[in-house]
């Protein structure tokens, strides 16, 4: 039973693979606290997961010495394993990758690989944009380079933060500058003892020479990044209804006029604007229950869009029971939640959830944010059409 290996795994970061009888590797995750995290996959309610965790026999781990070196190891091991449960890495639109140009004073930055034209080089991918972000401006305080598309004319806040050296204002050499890219991609490549090795003779070498500022300079990389404090790193690892693909729904119509639907996504926490979606109404009559109902059907019936860990109504009691229905009839199982806004005379009143699901009010604070963009997203919808009286255009659903 892979509950029974939880107490022998280390509360420590590192990167961990659940794996198959033939000890064929089925996933690969990354953690500050490999046991922490393999415990919320445990208890988790996505059937992807629930799948997977019903082929392993077995938990195997690789520690690190930060939460850093395990998100950078975790897409190296993925990229050589290709695990058939890192279905986020499928698609590229749902991964990212640390960019670096080929500019004279190359641009680093994280992006969607779909949306890369210029040529350079990627390292990743990673899982959580997100994280890789935080990864970046960790590394990016050690070793400076420049994230801005074009070069400025003075210098930018970046620079004031001590995140860019300042190429605008020719303030490092490009030599200089090369080398911190180098540094940076011996860290993106794991190698981060070959860097040490490589930073300790540099620093000799200027002693040698009695450029004594620069040595001292190296000795502050060396030692800020041998104690990289990567605390922004950690993310909070306990079970979380928050983590995976949320989709949430809401309408938007006056007495059934023009009415509207909006499905607005969301993937571990970040708004994901290019999988949102709006329908027109077709089956008036309904109400705002029988509205939410088609919008579903309609959602579900597109197949190739990836299956949501949580579906978000707005609306109370009878709009969850016309989700459930629309799951049911489609022996989907996915976790509902309805959040019922307070009346106009109750404006002060906290919103309403209607769920089967233990919620913390951290989880309910944000599943209120993620109601208000669908709601955002559907007026947007509802007014264009009130204004043009048009007919929705071909990304309509």
Not at 116 to 121: D, K, L, R
Not at 210 to 236: C, G, P, V
Not at 272 to 287: T, V
Not at 385 to 393: A, D, F, G, V
Request: charged letters at 30%.
């Amino acid at each position: 039973m892979l509950s029974q290996e939880i107490n022998n795994l280390p509360k420590a970061p590192g990167v961990y693979f659940f794996c198959a009888k033939n000890d064929k590797i089925l996933y690969i995750g990354s953690s500050g606290s490999i046991r922490t995290r393999i415990a919320s996959h445990l208890q988790s309610r996505d059937s992807k997961i629930k799948k997977m965790l019903e082929e392993s026999v077995r938990i195997r781990y690789r520690k690190t010495n930060s939460v850093l070196e395990a998100v950078i190891l975790e897409a190296e091991l993925i990229k050589a394993h290709q695990p058939k449960y890192n279905v986020k890495l499928k698609d590229d639109k749902s991964f990212v990758v640390i960019a670096i140009s080929k500019d004279e004073f190359p641009r680093v930055w994280v992006t969607r690989l779909s949306k890369v034209s210029a040529p350079g080089e990627f390292f990743g991918p990673y899982t959580s944009a997100k994280l890789a972000r935080r990864a970046l401006e960790i590394l990016r305080k050690i070793f400076p380079c420049r994230a801005c598309k074009n070069i400025p004319q003075k210098a930018c806040l970046e620079y004031h933060l001590g995140r860019c050296p300042a190429p605008c204002l020719g303030k490092i050499s490009p030599r200089d500058y090369k080398r911190n890219i180098n540094h940076l991609k011996l860290i993106l490549k794991g190698k981060a003892k070959t860097l040490i090795a490589k930073l300790k003779k540099e620093m000799k070498e200027a002693a040698d020479k009695e450029n004594f500022e620069k040595a001292s300079q190296i000795r502050n990389k060396i030692f800020a990044f041998s104690h990289l404090r990567d605390i922004s790193l950690l993310t909070r690892e306990s079970p979380s209804i928050l983590q995976g693909r949320i989709e949430a729904y809401d309408i938007s119509n006056i007495k059934g006029k023009l009415a509207t639907g909006s499905m607005t996504v969301f993937e571990d926490g970040e708004l994901a604007r290019s999988q949102y979606r709006k329908f027109r109404i077709e089956k008036l009559g309904g109400g705002d229950v029988g509205m939410m109902k088609e919008v579903l059907e309609r959602r579900f019936a597109h197949r190739e869009w990836p299956y949501p860990c949580l579906i978000l109504v707005d609306g109370g009691r009878a709009q969850l029971n016309a989700a459930k229905k629309v799951l049911e009839s489609r022996h989907l199982k996915i976790p509902l939640v309805a959040i019922a806004k307070p009346q106009k005379r109750q404006r002060r009143m906290p919103d309403r959830f209607y769920t089967d699901l233990a919620l913390s009010p951290q989880e309910k604070k944000s599943l209120s944010r993620l109601r208000d963009e669908a709601h955002r997203f559907a007026i947007t919808y509802h007014r264009l059409l009130r204004k043009k009286s048009i007919i929705p255009n071909k990304n309509s659903k």
